[in-house]
């Protein structure tokens, strides 16, 4: 089990894992191991049988932070330098870790409009991703604290929040690059000969991404990924704010979010309403370009952040 926190190259990418040959265990293990050979053969058993039982419990729920959220986070730190930022240094210089940042907007709040209305675009963008943003750096700052101590059960408790808040940053900034005013229609090129593979036509593709989105109980998302192992696209739905790479092990291409703050101000409790709305601004550049990056061979991160460094270059040139 292990937690990626640190950027590329720092020497300290990997601050803890659970194998031999890696970094050292926390002070307070190492002092048990050393009271164990004093201790009695029926003892020393069981007390390794709990320490096998707490790893295993503890990597079953992390393995989805490292894959999903903590190394996503990592990558979308890099990238929205838009921004000269990185994300959580080594684990010694917590004082000065840089922060995560709210990205910009590739366009204006009302530049979605009639189909996303300005007022939802500010409240969305810079309070709801915003509060993610805040209470992710919060949540961090807390975690790396538990880890230097070797604090297990403060880590099990900050991980809820660490997975909501990081997946509500790596959501949402997929899905501002996702949207575009000059977007809708159909994909070109060899995104839409996959869609024709995948699922027989671009109308069934859309109709089965509306159907899945609109299904979703409650809030989450729906998804259109690339499976880079069988080099197809797939559709899926996840809760809450719950990352696609780190549920199913896709690269995300086209996100729908379909909590009702995306909404609800124009379109109240009429999902299906948003749903037909919004295919008139989905940004297909953007979105195969997504899927040539995982063609290639990008990682499922490198790939999510397509639209955020090309929109930073963007800004640079204005």
Request: hydrophobic content about 35%.
């Amino acid at each position: 089990m292990s937690l990626l926190l640190a950027s590329p190259g720092s020497g300290a990418d990997w601050l803890w894992q659970g194998r031999p040959g890696a970094a050292r265990p926390p002070a307070w293990e190492r002092r048990a191991q050393g009271a164990e050979s004093v201790e009695d053969g029926g003892v020393l058993a069981a007390r390794r049988r709990v320490r096998i039982c707490v790893r295993q419990a503890v990597g079953a729920e992390r393995r989805v932070l490292i894959r999903g959220v903590a190394a996503a986070l990592t990558m979308l730190s890099r990238a929205a330098r838009s921004t000269s930022r990185t994300l959580v240094p080594a684990l010694g210089s917590l004082g000065s870790r840089q922060k995560h940042s709210l990205p910009d907007l590739p366009y204006d709040y009302g530049a979605l409009e009639p189909h996303i209305n300005a007022q939802i675009m500010q409240l969305h963008h810079s309070k709801h991703h915003a509060t993610y943003v805040n209470n992710l750096n919060a949540i961090e700052e807390k975690y790396l604290e538990a880890l230097e101590k070797g604090d297990i059960t403060a880590q099990v408790a900050l991980q809820p929040g660490l997975k909501f808040n990081g997946g509500g940053h790596i959501n949402h900034s997929i899905f501002w690059t996702n949207l575009s005013p000059k977007g809708g229609g159909e994909p070109k090129g060899e995104l839409l000969e996959a869609i024709k593979r995948d699922f027989g036509s671009f109308e069934k593709f859309k109709e089965k991404l509306t159907t899945v989105s609109v299904g979703v109980q409650g809030s989450g998302w729906g998804w259109l990924g690339f499976n880079k192992e069988q080099g197809r696209l797939q559709i899926a739905a996840c809760s809450n704010q719950d990352p696609l790479q780190g549920t199913t092990g896709l690269i995300p291409l086209l996100g729908i979010d379909v909590w009702e703050h995306a909404y609800y101000l124009q379109y109240k409790n009429v999902r299906p309403d948003y749903l037909k709305a919004i295919w008139n601004v989905i940004n297909w550049e953007n979105v195969t370009e997504r899927y040539m990056a995982g063609k290639k061979g990008a990682t499922a991160l490198e790939s999510c952040l397509v639209g955020l460094k090309k929109d930073a270059r963007r800004k640079k040139t204005k």
